[in-house]
């Protein structure tokens, strides 16, 4: 009985890698079998391999250094005006018709389309870079804080009204906790953003950073650098996600969507 | 009259006066010139059908919204805002899913509270509960924790909107039970909103029958507590909902309302 719990479990830990280990793996046979070029593909070895060689003269940490610091600042100030405005214009309505029209418009520009102009103000500068991830995080943080606030259940507020509750109180006990769930979604879209928003910007214009390590080895047809690239930028992605959904799952224990199974 | 216990609460039930209050939404007259004098520590309840205004009549005395027009007192004080000795019990019982059972109870109240909390939800029977979240809790047991909330601030006033609705006929009952006795314990004025004439005659010491924004029966319920379902209680009962389903039957010109009102005024 226990056994059969303890293999039904590790089956239930090994089913979801099962998919990418016969992909890896037929990858491998594609390549060896030369049903691939290496031209066109480099096998997962050889990747494996230019890792090895990357991590151990130190070029491939100082590459992910510089974009994940891109990234982290760009986050935090995209999001941290998204949040900040999201609560102002939920909050106050007087706010919100004064702001949300201009924010909407402004929305309705694709951030990457502001490439040639951000050149244009910041060189090739990491400032650049930020602002661009900056616009790309704000939009789906601002959206989703403001639609949490919104959304919260009025008798809530009422509730915490007619029991004594101030301002201060409210906000903390009922409004953000109740916003919260919504305010998560933004974040984990705002992290997809993040990412593709310093792809695109670090394969135009840079001098560091993991999409310049992957142009410049185009340049030198070194394919398999350029593959590592790709799956840098999948794990990063990947590993932002799992922290949001770590971090939703503790805050938001008390939700019918979160609990512990 | 509440009776006292060996551990009576210092904090004795307030005395609720209404004068000329009305109350439109849009077009529509919900309260009109209606005035009430509720006797410190009584057990009044509201009845009366849908849009009878007694849901309305209920938020303006907690201070929810204000009225048109008329002045609510209460203890002889003009209500201008929300009063801590005013707690309101909602329809659904309005438990902040993200807090668990024993931080709901002490909601709005400092850390010291805890331990007030802990024991009033003892009181309420669901000690053993403190520590889950509301999502786990039955309809009857998330009304005892709204209860317990209510209590915990040691209202002089516990206005109760239709609290049990939504609840099966013998946690019904159950609550019935609670609330009478948490209400001769601590003795505080209790103004219960139903449309259930049973649940009313059960626990109240007077009856009002609310009908286009206006008492048309104010009824005194002399039965001994705690109440048994008699003969008694039936005659109660029938001649409560005789007036309710009369005026279904015979839907009144609004002068032959004005003029029972008159008769009652």
Known sequence: MSAGRTGNRLTRGALPWLLPAAALLGWQLAVSLQWLSTAILPSPLEVGQATWELARSGELWQHILASSRRAALGFVIGAGIGFALGLLNGLSRRAETLLDTSVQMIRNVPHLAMIPLVIIWFGIDDAGKVFLVVLGVFFPVYVNTLHGIKSVDPGLIEMGRSYGLGKVRLFLDVIFPGALPSIFVGVRYALGFMWLTLIVSETIATTNGIGYMAMNAREFMRLDVVVLGILIYAVLGKLADTIARLLERRTLAWHPGYHPS | ?265
């Not at chain 2, 204000?66 to 002045?71: I, L, N, V």
């Not at chain 2, 709005?108 to 509270?113: D, I, K």
């Not at chain 2, 003892?122 to 317990?148: C, E, F, I, N, T």
């Open chain 2, 1 to 265: 009259m509440p009776a006292q216990h060996s551990a009576p609460h210092p904090r004795a039930g307030a005395a609720l006066s209404l004068r000329g209050i009305g109350k439109r939404y849009g077009g529509l007259s919900v309260l009109h010139e209606l005035a009430l004098d509720i006797a410190p520590g009584s057990f009044v309840a509201v009845i009366g059908r849908s849009g009878c205004g007694k849901s309305t009549l209920l938020r303006l005395i907690a201070g929810l919204e204000r009225p048109d027009h008329g002045e609510i007192r209460i203890d002889g004080v003009p209500q201008r805002q929300l009063s801590g000795d005013v707690r309101v019990m909602f329809q659904d019982s309005r438990l902040l899913p993200w807090r668990r059972v024993i931080d709901n109870v002490r909601l709005g109240l400092p850390a010291s509270a805890a331990a007030h909390a802990a024991e009033v939800l003892a009181q309420v029977g669901l000690a053993q509960r403190a520590r889950d979240w509301p999502r786990v809790l039955s309809g009857g047991q998330k009304q005892r924790v709204a209860l317990a909330r209510a209590l915990v601030h040691d209202p002089r006033l516990l206005l109760l909107d239709e609290p049990l609705g939504a609840l099966d006929a013998l946690t019904r009952i159950e609550m019935h039970r609670l609330i009478e006795r948490l209400w001769l314990e601590r003795g505080f004025t209790a103004v219960l909103v139903t449309h259930d004439v049973a649940e009313a005659v059960a626990l109240a010491d007077r009856v009002i029958l609310l009908e286009n924004g206006a008492p048309a029966m104010d009824l005194a319920i002399d039965l001994p507590r705690p109440r048994r379902r008699d003969a008694a209680f039936a005659r109660l009962e029938q001649r409560i909902l005789a007036r309710l389903l009369g005026t279904e039957a015979a839907a009144p010109e609004p002068a032959q309302a004005d003029a029972k009102v008159r008769k009652l005024a």
